[in-house]
């Protein structure tokens, strides 16, 4: 297979700290869904989430680095570059920029809850598959949410999703495996002081291998 035709898992989020609840959560759906790669996308910002207790992007970003170390996968902070503050914009971006490139949008059954208040999320599934994974506690609500109603016409299993020739959507693919209970949420309880330990200079994207930019909009080498 070509490069221009590696199958792509996107993987969005704060990452404010990464952990290995990341790392487990795509291996076990690159193995799943037969991917090639798997891009991290770290967000500067999530208009549904607290800005809050959020960690620098650098510091998010370095720190999906630190996990994503000897996998198959790209930590970008393409978002900030792209001035995209909705996951719809960004992935039309990434349609228009790699064409060729076969993306299918990986996300957790706590994100399909809410999905209903993206910005155009039908246009989100009719752009590229979704892949769901499922997380401890939220699987009643996504299985009730107005978006799972829409999509559950959709459905398609892993294995007959990994076989396809080509990709078309909506397809809608569910992914379960043994919990993990780790949380970003429960690592910065008990450590507060993360993100400090990430200082310096600013990592590369590995997606389009630039500074990271920092919080107030410039970027250094």
Do not use: C
Request: no cysteine; charged share 25%; net charge positive.
């Amino acid at each position: 297979m070509t490069a221009a035709r590696l199958r792509t898992g996107l993987l969005g989020g704060s990452f404010n700290p990464a952990h290995g609840g990341h790392r487990r959560i795509t291996r076990f759906a690159m193995d799943a869904l037969g991917l090639d790669e798997m891009w991290w996308l770290v967000s500067p910002g999530n208009p549904l989430k607290p800005k809050a207790g959020m960690a620098p992007l650098a510091a998010r970003v370095r720190s999906a680095r630190a996990q994503a170390r000897r996998m198959p996968v790209r930590v970008t902070a393409i978002e900030r570059r792209l001035g995209s503050s909705y996951t719809i914009d960004t992935l039309r971006a990434l349609r228009r920029i790699w064409p060729r490139r076969r993306f299918v949008w990986v996300m957790g059954a706590d994100n399909l809850a809410q999905f209903h208040h993206w910005k155009d999320w039908r246009g989100i599934a009719r752009m590229m598959p979704i892949a769901v994974i499922a997380r401890p506690g939220y699987d009643d609500d996504a299985l009730a949410s107005p978006a799972m109603v829409w999509l559950r016409r959709y459905r398609t299993d892993a294995a007959s999703f990994r076989n396809r020739g080509e990709w078309s959507a909506p397809a809608l693919i569910e992914l379960r495996f043994d919990p993990d209970p780790r949380s970003a949420t429960a690592i910065r309880r008990a450590d507060p002081d993360w993100a400090s330990r990430m200082a310096g200079t600013p990592p590369r994207d590995q997606v389009t291998h630039h500074p990271v930019q920092t919080d107030n909009g410039t970027e250094r080498a």
